[in-house]
C-alpha cells in the first residue's frame, strides 16, 4: 500500500493553481495592457494542467 | 489533521446532494454560456450589430438633443428611456426607446452616429438563436423568479465546489497530484479525472459561479439603490427653485450631458435616464459616469442634472452593492481582457462541462457498485476501497 501524503503535498498544487487562477482573474480588472497579459498566461495555467494530466496516458 | 470518517461522510454528503440538485441547471448555465461568451463577436458576424461607418477627418459631435428628437420621429409611439455608449466606441449613441419612459424593457435599441446624427443601425431585440440562449442562462423565460432560482442553484455550486475541495483532501491522500488512474475501471479513472480537472478549474468556477449569484440579484440590487439613496437624492431637491420654474422650459438631454462632464472631467459618459425612468427623477436626467482607468471604468458615479434648468442637483456615489454587481458583471462574463481572455474563458467553461458530467457518471455507477468492489471494500484489500468513503461506509466498515 502506498504511503499517505502529507497535507502539503496532497495540497500543494491545488494551492498554487488557485492562487495563479486569482491572479489572473485580478489583473486583467486592474490593468489594461500588461494585466490583460499576466491574465491570459494566468488562466492558461490551470487548462494547459487539466489537458497535460487529464490526456497523459500512464497508470498511476 | 486528519478528517475522522464521520467528518468526511458528512462533507461528501454535502458534496453529492448540492451537486446533485443543481447539476442538471448547472450543465445548462455551461452550455448556454458557452457561446454567450462571444455574444459580441457572434453579434457582428451575424450582422445583428454594426460598427459605425469611418469618416475620416470628421470631428464634429452632433447634438444627443437632435438625435433623440430623431429617434422618436423615427418610432412613432416610443419614448426615450436611455441613451448610452461605449467609450472605446465614441463615434456611436445607442437610443433605447419604450411605450413608457419607465417600462421594464426597450421595445426599440437604435443606433446613431456620434459626429453627424444620422441614424446607423436598428439592433434587433428579443430575436434570433442567441437570444433563446440568453434568456434560458438569465431566467429560463420565467423572469425574476426564474433568475432568482438559477441563483439558487449557484448557491449550490458554491457549497458543491467547497465541500468537494474538502474532500478531495482524503480522496488524494495517496495519489500523486495529478494522477489518472487508467485501466483499473472506467468509474475509477473518471473519479480521478473529476477531482483532476475540478481541483484545476475551482477558483475560476467559483468566482464565475458567485458573480453569477450576484448578478442574479441584479434587480433587487439596483431596486434598493432606486428606493433609498435614489429616493434621497430625489427628495433632497424637491423643494428645488428649479423644479416650478423649470417645468415649463424644455428638457435638454445634451445640456444633462454637459453639465455632467463638466463636473467629473476625467470620467466618461456611460448612459442617461431619462426623467420618469426608475433610474432617474421625475424631474432629472441621470447621467451614468464611467471611470478613466480600467477599474473605475467598471463602476458608475450617477450626476443628477435637472432636466430642464439643466442645473447639476448632485453628484451620488454608488453603495457598496451596486458597485459588487458592476464589478460581478466582468467577472462573470469574461469581457475584461480581450479576445484571448474570452477564449480562456471558453476553454474553462468546458472543462467545466466534463466536471459536471463526469459528476453524475460517478454517482450513476457508484448506484450500481459490482459485487465485487463491494467484497473488495469489506476485505479491505483493494485500495480502490481507500479512495471510496462512500464504498466504505456503504459496506459497513
Redesign the interface.
Known sequence: MRRRLTAAEVWRWPLALGAVSALGLGTALVSDSVGDLIAWLALSVPVAVSVWYGARRTSG | ?AMTAETIRVWYAVHKWTSLISTLFLLMLCITGLPLIFYHEIDHALGHAVEPPERPGVTTAASLDAIVSAAEARRPGLVTQFVSRDPEEPEAWYVSLAQRVDAPEPDAFDMYDARTGEYLHDYPLEQGFMYVLYRLHLDMYAGLPGTLFLGAMGLLLVASLVSG?VV??PF?????????????SARLEWL??HN??G??????VL?VGFTGVINTLSIPIFAQWQNTELAAMAAATAGDTGNAAGAAGTPSVERAVAAARAALPDAEVSFVAFPGNPFATASHFTVFMQGD???TS?LLTPVLVHATTGELTAVGRMPWYVSALL?SQ??HFGD???L??KI?WA??DL?AIVVLGSGVYLWVKKRNVSITERLAALAGRA?EA?YLPELRQESGT
Open positions: 489533521m475541495a478531495y483532501g488524494m491522500a495517496k495519489l500523486r497530484f495529478g494522477t489518472v488512474r487508467r485501466g483499473r480521478d479525472l483532476l480537472l481541483i484545476a478549474t475551482l477558483v475560476w468566482v482607468t480600467p477599474l467598471k464589478l466582468p467577472l475584461y481582457g480581450g484571448p481572455l480562456l476553454l474553462l472543462i485500495d481507500d
